[in-house]
């Protein structure tokens, strides 16, 4: 073989080492990734029944200072949380030192500070576990049990997104009555045997107070975020305008999702990410209601989109309202970890996961069966719209590796 057959020979075996070796390297980070993705899965499934505990591993400091020191840019609590359970005992014993209306907004919801001055937000039981919501998917008063099921879901999805929820029975004679502000407690009446309250918010009215069977009231408490990370509120790209005849640019214009990579905080870093995860699990629970989002502020896109208000979920089992997923099949782009997590979650699995997780509760049965097995239904919806968009574009275009390092200094 002549000199010069030999160097080109020589040279082309070179380029395939070279291509070979980084199509493998490629694979076995790929292949690392989704085994990592895989014992995620497992941790989080070992430790989804957590009980109401009161005892603390750090004795020296409170389930106050534990639950603030979890919070960090990308995340509310951490993958391993074994204090989880005496936070949320805390949350559902501790004493009611002082009771207020809620900060503002359109439902009625009360601030509460419990003993050792941790603010939590309790949300009323307007509804029966079995109650159909009519009408528009963000129709009705608030479900205080969906803030329950939303923050065990956020923890099945692997999100640790949304802030730390747990059921509670409180004596409003005696509880709160007492700790009341003037402006709450001038809210206060009696229907038949039953003590109600209206609040103070946008729809709170008179004429539909929150009524407790008696005395006692079931809700669910909601621990307020440390105040050294103030919330910065945004627009969703996708929110509704709630205006009969009148639709949004998303809803008519299907390039609408490269009008918004094009645009700041979207056009880099994690948060278009997080609006479609934030996409399906608004979808699993049904709602509707995202209209604004919050995170942390002057982030400039890097933090979390935190989940909060999750209320107005789990109002019609049998309502799957598919334009809550418009960032998914918009943008055809998704977490290659949100997509394996769904995939684990296939089968029955996430209905067994989402039922163990709040069985420990306090309001348990915290979700109806059909609210459970709708849950399962919609996750297969979910995931043939990511199949749809894979056949579409291909999986290297719609399945993104996004992994954020979490910083817990």
């Given at each position: ?208 107070p929150a009524c407790a069977d008696g005395d006692i009231m079931e809700g669910s408490v909601t621990l307020w975020l440390p105040d050294v990370w103030p919330l910065q509120k945004h627009r969703h790209p996708w929110g509704r305008t709630y205006r009969e005849g009148k639709l949004a640019r998303w809803e008519y214009d299907e390039s609408y999702c490269d009008a918004v990579k094009k645009t700041s905080p979207y056009d880099s870093g994690p948060r278009l990410l997080d609006i479609i995860d934030t996409a399906i699990f608004d979808y699993l629970i049904g709602n509707a209601d995202r ?119």
């Open positions: 073989m002549k000199l010069k057959q030999r160097v080109v020979l020589l040279a082309i075996l070179l380029v395939i080492f070279i291509f070979t070796k980084v199509f493998l390297i490629d694979n076995l980070d790929t292949s690392a990734a989704n085994r990592e993705d895989q014992r995620a899965f497992h941790r989080m499934m070992a430790s989804l029944h957590v009980e109401l505990d009161p005892r603390l591993d750090h004795t020296l400091q409170s389930p106050w200072e534990i639950a603030a020191q979890w919070v960090v840019p990308r995340e509310v609590y951490p993958e391993e949380t074994p204090e989880l359970g005496a936070v949320l005992h805390a949350m559902t014993t501790k004493k009611i030192i002082k009771a207020d209306v809620g900060y503002k907004g359109t439902q009625l919801k009360a601030l509460l500070i419990l003993e050792g001055g941790q603010k939590v937000v309790f949300k009323p039981k307007r509804y029966a576990r079995d109650y159909v919501v009519e009408g528009e998917p963000y129709a009705g008063y608030d479900r205080h049990n969906a803030e329950v099921a939303a923050f065990h879901l956020d923890r099945i999805l692997g999100f640790r997104r949304a802030p730390v929820v747990v059921g509670r029975f409180v004596n409003l004679r005696t509880e709160i009555k007492p700790v009341a502000t003037e402006q709450l407690l001038g809210t206060f009446m009696t229907v038949g045997n039953n003590t109600c309250f209206y609040g103070k918010c946008y729809y709170c009215r008179e004429t539909e209209h604004h989002y919050e995170s942390f502020q002057d982030d400039e896109g890097a933090s979390m989109l935190i989940l909060l208000d999750n209320a107005k979920s789990f109002g019609n089992p049998a309502l799957d309202e598919r334009s809550i997923l418009a960032p998914l099949y918009q943008c055809c782009i998704i977490r290659v970890s949100t997509w394996n997590r769904l995939n684990y979650l296939k089968n029955g699995v996430l209905k067994t996961a989402l039922k163990t997780a709040m069985s420990h509760d306090p309001i348990s049965p915290v979700l109806s069966d059909p609210h459970l097995d709708a849950l399962d239904q919609r996750l297969l919806s979910i995931l043939a719209t990511v199949k749809q968009c894979t056949d579409q574009f291909g999986p290297d275009v719609v399945l993104v590796e996004d992994r954020m390092t979490l910083s817990h200094l």
